[in-house]
């Protein structure tokens, strides 16, 4: 059957293609002017014209810019756009249009420059004269003329053009070895006929001393020709021009009417520039530069080219009409050979289709059976899905109810917990730090309760087994009340949190406390992602379209990219690389509430802007069953429901106490610790060892250590803003901060982890949970090391950069001795300047390099110099003061005395 289609297809294709024969692939060449108006250019076209008759299968778009450099480049613009193949280009003025065609060219179009050049090599050919040539030429020819004395005008052309340009220099070069002969007066004639002559009438030139008048085209010649005659100096003054062209308004003519003196040949290259055009688009090789050949024309020639040039219309008359009987024939030979393959491909065809019937018929019986034996397998492929995903959605209902029995078996020990911790609270025989110590116990044993009720909700969801506790409240007193228990919160950061409502009062049906942590999770989240000095507004109001109630919380605070909001209310989605997440289930688990009562829940954000959750209830019973609809109006409640809730949440966000006053003689600890809890506890037991600074984030942790330089860090790797491993990259890439131990404490405890943060150079990576006894004997092992450190780097003041590994701490000290070694004789040499080269102050200074060294900065400095004029003493045959004033010492005696209580033995004694 195949092969029977195939043959079908391949005479289908014959029968269309039969209607013409192949032809040469087509090209669009698109040619710029900037005018189509002159003889000139009319003569340019008309040879283009003439060369594509010989090329039917190039189509050409011409453009005219009327001498205005923005309007050729916007027709270039649009030519481009339009997919051209080439572009041939006649610029208006050289240094505007450079730009555009070095555009075009580096496109990959093609570019042929014609008549006029740009200031760039950027195009595949030029075509035109010598201008220079021309002029220097008529140039010559006028000095000849005037029999080496005379004053010519020269009317010229566009000044920015190089036509212009070479033409006004090759003339003055014409007519340099004739010293009589002068140009007197310069006319911008503009290339145009009118201009010309208006630019001479105003030009109040006295003809009676002028020989000759050089224009630089034969219309701008007319011109002036037109003006000798108007003011009767015609006959006095001959007139030269440039292009001779032959026709009625050529120059050619001009000088057969006496109208010209002479005028230099300026060839158009129409004809050239489409032959080059066409060898380009073919991939053949063509000339970067392509000169025409020019030569004078007066009366002793000007009848025989205008002859030549008459000639050659009629030839291509000629070539025009047979051009068109050629094609009448080509059409009726192609149109014979049409129908001749028609009725072989309708013969073909006939006896073709008989044979695929047969075949069609015959073969459709197998193709039935394959069909079927395809279904079969489609089936048997269908049921081995819906057999995995049973096992599947099996598996997944295993873990869920493990999870579910899990949660079950933790109710029964934090039962156990919180009893006994509530119990002790209630006593006063507990200090302070005992007291905060239970509050930690029972605030976290809290949490730990309300994430197995929020899984809990989950599962009677998913099991259809949860039940809305339906009454009638009012919503806005509702909402109120809840934002209330925020203000103290709000106060305490500073931020602006306003509840507005268009309403006193409206009653909807729902279940208040479904409700109540709906609003509680929103507003939590908003509190936890805006800024101190943010704002957090809550609104609620009527929907007029179908009555419902809307109630709006916006914020200022980080956002959310559009990819995460996509993915906001899915379960267990905890969002953007924030470290400070939770189980993410709040919003899905708000969602299916707000879900379960009819509504909707919607969320807006923009990262970095803020975001904005919509609460909409309709408030009738409609979601009810029949049974619930008999409700009662709610009681006041109580707002102490919620007092457990604010209260965890006021103490994980306020800020952090001012730091206490530094113990000189302690070790400083930096604690990057994003959980409040956590970083009290640790903070705790170590203060009585240590001076402790604390940081909430990142960002925080890194301006700290800069600025107080810890004697060591720990560092959590889960933190807000910037993470944990960003901090300590920056730390061990910073000068400032490089030297300083750090110790990572991570709940993360896969090796991959623990390898990563090793690998940025940590002393030590303890896992959560973890045994205090244990971390602070990890602090004493850390700071003995770095005790030892020191005294190497002290033992010998001077620093000695080969016996050490090349750390950036071995970098620091070498680059801070070699400071103080080259500003030996510098008496003023002080602390200020090696901040200033080493790009640190004088704090940051002071504690990095006594943290390495255990040494002051003024004690290595003096040691340093004394080391120095030891060398000195030695080696030179310099004397006392000599040596004293080169390791920059004041005075002789200053450093005698110096030297004596650093080595017991004075300088004089020591070079004996």
């Not at 997944?396 to 493990?402: M, Y």
């Not at 909700?457 to 009340?481: A, G, M, P, W, Y």
Request: glycine residues 4%; aromatic residues 8%; negative net charge.
């Amino acid at each position: 059957m195949k092969n029977k289609l195939y043959i079908f297809f391949v005479m289908f294709i014959a029968l269309s293609a039969c209607k013409q024969t192949p032809r040469s692939k087509s090209y669009t060449i698109a040619v710029s002017q900037p005018t189509t108006t002159d003889a000139w250019r009319k003569a340019m076209m008309l040879e283009m014209e003439r060369a594509l008759t010989f090329h039917p299968n190039v189509h050409i778009i011409v453009t005219d810019a009327q001498d205005n450099n923005e309007k050729q480049i916007e027709q270039i613009d649009s030519l481009v756009s339009l997919g051209i193949d080439l572009l041939i280009v006649s610029p208006n003025e050289s240094l505007p249009l450079t730009e555009k065609v070095s555009e075009v060219f580096e496109k990959d179009i093609p570019v042929i420059v014609i008549d006029r050049e740009i200031s760039s090599y950027q195009y595949n050919s030029y075509i035109g004269a010598n201008n220079y040539t021309i002029g220097k030429i008529a140039g010559q020819y006028a000095a000849n003329q005037l029999e080496g004395k005379g004053n010519i005008v020269e009317v010229r052309g566009l000044t920015g053009s190089s036509p212009a340009k070479d033409r006004h220099q090759g003339f003055v070069d014409g007519i340099k070895n004739s010293p009589g002969v002068k140009i007197t007066h310069i006319v911008e004639g503009g290339w145009q006929k009118e201009i010309a002559r208006h630019a001479l009438q105003t030009s109040q030139i006295d003809f009676s001393n002028i020989s000759m008048v050089f224009a630089h085209n034969d219309m701008m010649a007319l011109a002036t020709f037109q003006y000798l005659e108007s003011i009767g100096m015609s006959k006095k003054v001959s007139v030269v021009g440039v292009d001779g062209l032959f026709g009625p308004e050529g120059g050619i003519q001009m000088i057969l009417d006496h109208v010209l003196k002479a005028t230099i040949l300026y060839p158009t290259g129409g004809d050239i520039a489409i032959n080059t055009a066409i060898d380009i688009l073919e991939g053949k090789p063509v000339a970067k530069k392509i000169n025409l050949e020019t030569t004078v024309i007066d009366s002793t020639n000007a009848l025989i080219m205008q002859l030549q040039g008459q000639k050659l219309i009629k030839q291509q008359s000629d070539i025009e009409r047979q051009k068109e009987s050629l094609f009448i024939q080509s059409e009726a030979i192609e149109n014979q050979r049409f129908f001749t393959i028609l009725l072989s491909i309708l013969a073909i065809l006939f006896l073709s289709l008989a044979g695929i019937v047969m075949y069609q018929l015959s073969s459709k019986q197998k193709v039935n059976k394959v069909l079927e034996k395809r279904n079969e397998e489609i089936i048997l492929q269908r049921n081995e899905l819906e057999r995995l995903s049973e096992i599947n959605e099996a598996a997944n209902l295993e873990k869920i109810e493990f999870f579910t029995n899990i949660s079950h078996e933790f109710k029964t020990p934090l039962t156990l917990i919180l009893a006994p911790i509530i119990d002790l609270l209630k006593s006063n025989k507990f200090t302070e730090s005992e007291l905060i110590n239970l509050q930690l116990i029972k605030k976290n044993a809290e949490r730990l309760q309300r994430l197995i009720e929020q899984f809990m909700i989950f599962r009677k969801i998913d099991n259809n087994k949860l039940q809305l506790h339906t009454s009638k409240i009012d919503i806005v007193s509702f909402t109120k009340e809840i934002v209330d228990a925020f203000k103290y919160l709000a106060k305490e950061r500073n931020i602006d949190f306003k509840f507005k409502s268009q309403l006193k009062e409206k009653f909807i049906i729902a279940d208040q406390n479904m409700l109540d942590k709906v609003l509680f999770n929103i507003l939590s989240n908003a509190f936890k992602f805006t800024p101190e000095n943010g704002y957090i507004h809550c609104f609620c109001g009527i929907n007029t379209d179908d009555n419902s109630v809307v109630i709006k919380i916006s914020d200022n605070g980080r956002g959310m990219s559009k990819e995460h909001v996509s993915h906001a209310f899915e379960r267990f989605y905890q969002g953007e690389h924030y470290s400070t997440k939770g189980s993410g289930l709040g919003l899905s688990l708000s969602k299916q509430i707000i879900d379960m009562h009819g509504g909707s829940l919607d969320l807006e954000s923009e990262k970095g802007v803020g975001t904005t959750f919509t609460i909409r209830l309709k408030g009738n019973i409609d979601f009810l069953s029949p049974i619930d609809q008999s409700l009662p109006i709610v009681e006041e409640r109580d707002s102490k429901v919620y007092a457990s809730y604010i209260n965890q949440m006021i103490d994980s966000v306020l800020k952090e106490e001012e730091l206490s006053e530094m113990d000189e003689n302690l070790k400083t600890i930096l604690i990057i610790e994003d959980n409040p809890d956590l970083q009290r506890l640790i903070s705790q037991s170590l203060s009585n060892d240590y001076n402790i600074l604390k940081a909430n984030d990142g960002k925080t942790g890194i301006s700290t250590a800069e600025e107080h330089i810890p004697d060591i860090i720990l560092c959590d790797l889960n933190l807000p803003e910037l993470g944990g491993m960003e901090v300590i990259k920056h730390f061990k890439n910073n000068i400032i901060t490089s030297h300083i131990p750090i110790i990572i404490l991570s709940a993360k405890s896969m090796t991959e982890d623990q390898l990563k943060g090793l690998d940025l150079g940590v002393l030590d990576y303890i896992t959560k949970p973890f045994e205090m006894d244990i971390l602070h004997a990890k602090i004493r092992a850390h700071l003995l090391q770095i005790e030892y450190l020191k005294r190497f780097y002290s033992s010998d003041l001077i620093y000695d950069a080969s016996k050490t590994k090349n750390t950036k701490e071995t970098a620091f000290i070498s680059s801070f001795d070699q400071c103080v070694q080259e500003n030996f004789e510098n008496p003023d040499f002080n602390i200020d300047d090696i901040c200033k080269q080493l790009n640190l102050s004088r704090i940051q200074l002071y504690r990095k390099f006594k943290s390495i060294t255990d040494t002051s900065i003024n004690d290595y400095i003096q040691h340093a110099r004394l080391k120095k004029s030891q060398e000195l003493l030695k080696s030179t045959s310099l004397t006392i003061s000599e040596i004293a004033y080169k390791c920059g010492f004041n005075s002789a005696s200053y450093f005698s005395t110096m030297f004596k209580n650093q080595y017991n033995i004075t300088p004089t004694e020591y070079k004996k």
